[in-house]
């Protein structure tokens, strides 16, 4: 039986997560995609993605995957998955706990599945529309705190999950793929707050752009005199 998005994506989640955590205790290949070395891919990081895309092309073809380390596997704009296989490749390479794997699903331009699992923590984070998030199946919601409180883990992703759950207060950057993006952003609205750009302007999930995800009083205070 063939099943839905959302089992889907839990179940790719969970699988390649497990299946990265082995290999990061084995040896792995490095190999950097900018002449300065500042931006690395492992063969970790691409033995996932094609995990992941191998089965959504079985269960779904007709589904458009824009995933990090291989682009677009299917130019379908109306309902497509964006995927990042292993979001803190640094992290990872390093043996920092601080990783995860991001699954989303889109449809004309609104995410209706969002999941990240961090193995190391086995946390699973998972929201579908219109239903809240959860951590391993508790519901979560974001902080109610108005002071703000962000940090910088080297794992977009990762850092969105713990908006959502309440551990961080807010999070932005100047420039994210959509991958680093789309399932967070879902958690983060899914747990009660708000996703945008910097701009205070609606996501797109198909291009890179600012970000800026927060509790509702937070994005009030950062946006305060904003249009």
Known sequence: MKP????????????????????????FLIEFKDTLKSDP????????EHMIVKAIQKHYPDDGIIGEEGGPYNQNTKNFWVIDPLDGTQNFSHNLPLYC????????????????????FDELYMAEKGQGS???????KVSEESQDFSRHFGTSALSLAWVSCGRLSYYKAHELFPWDFAAGALLVQEAGGLACTLENTPLVYFQPQSFFASNKMLKTKHFEGTK
Request: net charge positive.
């Open 4 to 27: 839905t998005r959302a089992e889907l994506a839990k179940q790719l989640a969970l699988e390649v997560g497990k299946f990265a955590l082995k290999k990061s205790k084995e040896s």
């Open 41 to 48: 891919v492992t063969s970790v990081d691409r033995e996932c």
């Open 101 to 120: 794997i991001s699954i989303a699903y889109v449809e004309h331009n609104e995410p209706k599945i969002g999941v990240i699992y961090a193995p190391v």
């Open 134 to 140: 959860t951590l391993n199946g508790k519901k979560i």
